[in-house]
């Protein structure tokens, strides 16, 4: 199966620091990439959606001036916690699909737990 | 609105069999998938269902009824490595994945 990673996988940080967690394709192109958040003991909330060289499409709650996506190219996406403050401390998955449009699956990150002290 | 729900959490001896339950009501309808997720790690692929019937998978199967808006994943033979959060999802007519809550299963000795 294609293999998607992440980095870094954890992450400990200041409350008013930013951080940059990457997600990359490492044998596939992924024209899609999704960023999912997940707080303990609750299921994936999709954050955005984003399409290599378009902007990232956010989901209804999610702060885009605080969340910046970029995908600029078919193996990379970076999502870049802005300003980060305690309450952004989650895991964060990104996964990724493939360039034909019905493909079903996506494939999954090992995620990156996010610490804001 | 879109709606996935299974059950929150369930017990099981191991050895024994499982059966976990998935409705949806959603806008449209790809596929529905199953993946299983240890805590603190990502979900992992386990099944995907598009066509009505049972597919199955080793020791894992599962279960579509499109009419009727229901799968269930079916697990044999249980092992202790198997406590772990169940997540059902569908694949609506954008082909985004709505996502259920999670099944949390517990495996007993």
């Known amino acids: 199966g294609a293999v998607v990673s992440q980095h870094p996988s954890r992450v400990i940080c200041k409350s008013g620091t930013s951080v940059k967690i990457e997600c990359r394709s490492l044998d596939f192109q992924a024209t899609t990439m999704f960023w999912y958040r997940q707080f303990p003991k609750q299921s994936l909330m999709l954050m955005a959606t984003?399409?290599?060289?378009?902007?990232?499409?956010?989901e209804q709650g999610v702060e885009k001036d605080k969340f910046l996506i970029n995908h600029a190219s078919l193996t990379l996406s970076t999502l870049t916690v802005t300003s980060a403050h305690p309450e952004d401390s989650s895991f964060y998955i990104c996964?990724?699909?493939?360039?034909?449009?019905?493909?079903?699956?996506?494939?999954f990150g090992p995620g990156t737990r996010l610490t804001v002290l | 609105g879109q709606n996935i729900d299974q059950p929150t959490e369930m017990t099981a001896t191991e050895g024994a069999i499982v059966q976990i339950n998935c409705t949806y009501q959603t806008s449209g309808f790809n596929g529905l998938f199953w993946y299983q997720q240890h805590a603190g790690e990502a979900p992992t692929f386990l099944s995907y269902?598009?066509l009505d019937g049972l597919e199955e998978k080793g020791r894992f199967s599962s279960f579509l009824s499109r009419s009727k808006g229901y799968s269930y994943l079916l697990l044999k033979e249980l092992q202790m490595k198997d406590s772990a959060s169940y997540l059902c999802a569908v694949m609506d007519s954008n082909y985004q994945l709505i996502w259920g809550a999670g099944t949390k299963l517990i495996i007993k000795p």
């Open positions: 269902n598009v």
């Open positions: 996964s990724a699909r493939g360039p034909r449009g019905g493909d079903h699956e996506q494939f």
């Open positions: 984003s399409n290599e060289g378009s902007k990232a499409t956010y």
